[in-house]
């Protein structure tokens, strides 16, 4: 069975930090790219962040300059460093993830989801 596993979230006070995992599991050979996407109660799931296979990156406004989105190839996970959070990044966060067997393109999976609450 093929998932990706999230971890990593929780409740943090305004200023601080997060590191959030998202790690395929199964028969996978690698991932394509991978987003991170966050729901806020009552608003519309938003991208946050990608990157692609070959290592380059995208941040929505929200996120540049606070949020980092790498890889670690070797471990088929994508990590999302989140600083200096503030009240309005608390949302559910899902990774989504194009993936590859080793016998072609598996396709787009999701991640079940990690709460991530900034409050004091």
């Known amino acids: 069975q093929v998932q990706l596993v999230e971890s990593g979230g929780g409740l943090v006070q305004p200023g601080g930090s997060l590191r959030l995992s998202c790690a395929a599991v199964g028969n996978i050979f690698s991932i394509n790219a991978m987003d991170w996407y966050r729901q806020a109660p009552g608003k519309r799931r938003e991208l946050v962040a990608t990157?692609?296979?070959?290592?380059?990156?995208y941040y929505a406004d929200s996120a540049k300059g606070r949020f980092t989105i790498s890889r670690d190839n070797a471990k088929i996970t994508v990590s999302l460093e989140m600083n200096s959070l503030k009240p309005e990044d608390t949302a559910i966060y899902y990774c989504?993830?194009?993936?590859?067997?080793?016998?072609?393109?598996?396709?787009?999976?999701w991640g079940q989801g990690t709460q991530v609450t900034v409050s004091s």
């Open positions: 990157i692609t296979s070959g290592g380059s990156t």
């Open positions: 989504y993830g194009d993936l590859m067997g080793y016998n072609g393109r598996l396709g787009g999976y």
